[in-house]
């Protein structure tokens, strides 16, 4: 069974650089094909992707806050960590992790995990 | 970024109603359509993957179809725990996908 968990600070002060971690079970990052992404959602709001990493490293950011972010596999090999610089009120939102899964050129996200919520504020 | 747009953003119906939500892409995204549901305090749940492969598990009364720029998910009988937001998702531009805003689902 494949299962993701993200954690870190529930609040971040502005300016402040955020941390979060992806723990996952099931599947390794490091068999060919395997890729993780990162999705967050201000409450209320539409989800929208952030970055994802492939097994072989490759990595790939959204075009408005690429400038701030940051992924990477972690010290263990089932964790990716995402960094997000200078953080805002606006960035306040539940951030998610989750599989990409596909086949072919076809690629959809399953499973996502519970979502962490980061407060941004003073 | 190929942009998302779902219509209605919103909708009332009742436990067994006919329900159609639309996803519009701003180009042809052939058949790279997902749809997700989300309950309230949830994370969301793959339904439909590549525009109209069933996910196992999703009861056969979810349905989806389209292709190019227009797409449909059809609840067929609608059921208590089917309310919900729902979002379409392209993969079209993979690894640069998108999410349309949403339609959210309630009882009337």
């Known amino acids: 069974q494949v299962t993701l968990k993200e954690s870190g600070p529930a609040l971040v002060k502005p300016t402040q650089t955020l941390t979060l971690t992806c723990t996952f079970s099931?599947?390794?990052?490091?068999?060919?094909?395997?890729?993780v992404s990162w999705i967050r959602q201000p409450p209320g709001k539409a989800l929208e992707w952030l970055a994802h990493?492939?097994?072989?490293?490759?990595?790939f950011y959204s075009t408005s806050l690429k400038t701030r972010l940051t992924i990477s596999k972690g010290t263990s090999k089932n964790q990716v960590v995402l960094t997000m610089t200078n953080m805002d009120p606006v960035d306040t939102a539940t951030y998610y992790c989750?599989?990409?899964?596909?086949?072919?050129?076809?690629?959809?996200?399953?499973?996502w995990g519970q979502g962490t919520l980061v407060t941004v504020s003073s | 970024d190929i942009q998302m747009t779902q219509s209605p953003s919103s909708l009332s119906a009742s436990v067994g109603d006919r329900v159609t939500i639309t996803c519009r892409a701003s180009?042809?995204?052939?058949?790279?359509l997902n749809w997700y549901q989300q309950r309230p305090g949830k994370a969301p749940k793959l339904l439909i993957y590549?525009?109209?492969s069933l996910q196992s598990g999703v009861p056969s009364r979810f349905s989806g179809s389209g292709s190019g720029t227009d797409f449909t998910l059809t609840i067929s009988s609608l059921q208590p725990e089917d309310f919900a937001t729902y979002y379409c998702?392209?993969?079209?531009?993979?690894?640069?996908?998108?999410f349309g805003p949403g339609t959210k689902v309630d009882i009337k």
């Open positions: 180009q042809s995204i052939s058949s790279y």
């Open positions: 590549a525009a109209s």
């Open positions: 998702q392209q993969s079209y531009s993979i690894p640069l996908v998108t």
């Open positions: 989750a599989r990409i899964r596909g086949y072919g050129d076809y690629n959809w996200f399953d499973p």
């Open positions: 099931g599947f390794s990052l490091s068999t060919s094909g395997m890729r």
């Open positions: 990493i492939d097994w072989d490293d490759d990595k």
